[in-house]
């Protein structure tokens, strides 16, 4: 069975600039959430989203919106970037909210912007 | 709000020594506790978890004990192998949507 895939694995981009991440989760699985891990810190809970609405917002700017398609499958919008944004930018998928038993992260994108 | 502390690595290990990782907690109210290990390339995995007070969680010969009295949740392991080598993070939960994680912890073992 597929894990959590993420795409694209790497990406570089320019400060000013838009970029899009896209995560497909667990087949069934009807949660996505996303992290972002900075460089040698702990992984930082940016949204989650459960049966296409969103249940939950970490805190970062209005700049990080995200959405989930019929599908399941989501993705994260990063708006204006900033040097700050380069991070590993995590997913991670679940049959429900509320449990955390069956969550399994993806991969990961890394982010690099200059 | 919620936060998890736990020791500064990197750990650097011989095969066979004993591993402990601290891990100490700040909650409202009564959070789950997880262990997450990542290696290198790959996503999160969750070693294990402890949801009450007293409860103690096991896997691949690692464990940690959910001490309320002590806001900890330490993960040992008595005999640690080169295939240990990872970054282990320490993370909780008290709501139903979110997971707080701690800084990480690399550890190194060397045959």
């Known amino acids: 069975d597929a894990g959590v895939t993420q795409s694209p694995t790497h990406l570089i981009k320019t400060r000013g600039q838009h970029v899009t991440l896209r995560c497909s989760p667990i087949?069934?699985?009807?949660?996505v959430s996303w992290y972002q891990q900075v460089l040698g810190q702990g992984p930082q809970f940016i949204f989650q989203?459960?049966?296409?609405?969103?249940?939950g917002r970490g805190n970062f700017p209005d700049r990080f919106s995200a959405r989930q398609f019929p599908n399941y499958s989501s993705e994260l919008n990063v708006n204006a970037l900033l040097l700050g944004d380069s991070a590993l930018y995590l997913c991670?998928?679940?049959?429900?909210?509320?449990?955390?038993?069956?969550?399994?992260f993806g991969s990961g994108t890394r982010l690099t912007v200059v | 709000g919620d936060s998890v502390t736990q020791m500064e690595g990197p750990v650097t290990l011989s095969e066979e020594a004993f591993l402990t990782i601290n891990c100490t907690y700040t909650a409202t109210g009564y959070p789950s506790l997880f262990w997450y290990v990542q290696y290198p390339g790959e996503g999160l995995q969750l070693l294990l978890k402890a949801t009450k007070a007293d409860d103690k969680g096991s896997n691949k010969g690692f464990e940690a004990t959910y001490r309320k009295e002590t806001t900890s949740f330490h993960l040992e392991k008595g005999s640690v192998q080169v295939s240990d080598s990872a970054v282990y993070f320490c993370a909780l939960s008290d709501d139903d949507y979110k997971l707080s994680f701690g800084a990480g912890t690399t550890v190194t073992v060397r045959a």
């Open positions: 991670a998928s679940s049959l429900f909210t509320g449990t955390f038993n069956d969550y399994t």
């Open positions: 087949s069934g699985h009807k949660s």
């Open positions: 989203y459960y049966e296409k609405e969103e249940r």
